[in-house]
């Protein structure tokens, strides 16, 4: 069934957030679609999952790596899906036309999404319905870019910041691959566990490079492979 805004609260949306539907996802709690300025966005109880400010910081992040170099690639592994708008950019925007993986372990948010977007047709996409961490360590396959965008409501797993997880991840990319993953500092706690990451990835003879300036407490950690 497709979740789509009526014309009045399309209208109504201009002037103030309308919610079109509410449901309990498997793994992130309340969900609400809300239709802001005649667009629909996905939102958990305290932050936005898709096409609010969750698409404008990966799309800094894309930017920051080149569409042009992007669209050279072949393959684009996804790890956190929720409604796709990631995928939106990638197809729209990048105009990248290569094979995407998608992995998300909530199959009730993505399905419940789907209906709402394009690329539920597009062939290249492949959507995994399984927990990241063991997808990424029975993976084979060779992965131009990484992006990982894993959250649970504000919380990121701990599991994305071992480095054992971040070694998978290289040894699945070929030579000047790109990592892009977003993390959000809400603690003191969060600030601490980001600074031990990137020490971690420098005394790996990595150079990461910090993306702060799109939304507040957002932090987008962009890593190359040598």
Do not use: W
């Not at 372990?105 to 062939?123: F, G, K, M, P, W």
């Not at 990241?132 to 701990?158: G, H, Q, S």
């Not at 993953?181 to 990137?198: E, G, S």
């Amino acid at each position: 069934m497709s979740i789509q805004p009526t014309f009045l609260q399309k209208l109504k949306s201009y002037f103030v957030p309308v919610c079109v539907e509410r449901f309990q996802s498997d793994y992130n709690g309340l969900i609400e679609i809300n239709c802001v300025s005649g667009k629909l966005v996905v939102d958990s109880e305290n932050t936005n999952y898709s096409y609010g400010s969750l698409q404008k910081i990966l799309k800094y992040g894309l930017i920051h790596v080149g569409y042009s170099r992007i669209r050279r690639m072949e393959r684009i592994l996804v790890l956190g899906l929720a409604g796709g708008s990631i995928l939106e950019t990638l197809q729209r925007e990048v105009r990248f036309e290569g094979a995407i993986t998608c992995v998300d372990i909530d199959r009730t948010l993505v399905e419940r999404l789907q209906s709402c977007y394009a690329y539920q047709t597009n062939q290249n996409v492949s959507v995994v319905f399984d927990d990241a961490f063991n997808f990424v360590l029975r993976n084979t396959e060779k992965y131009d870019l990484v992006i990982v965008d894993i959250f649970l409501d504000t919380k990121l797993p701990d599991f994305l910041f071992e480095l054992h997880f971040l070694k998978k991840l290289f040894a699945d990319m070929p030579a000047k691959g790109i990592l892009l993953f977003n993390t959000m500092v809400l603690t003191t706690a969060d600030r601490a566990r980001n600074d031990r990451y990137l020490r971690d990835i420098t005394a790996l003879g990595l150079e990461p490079e910090l993306l702060t300036k799109v939304e507040p407490h957002t932090e987008l950690i962009c890593i190359e492979k040598r």
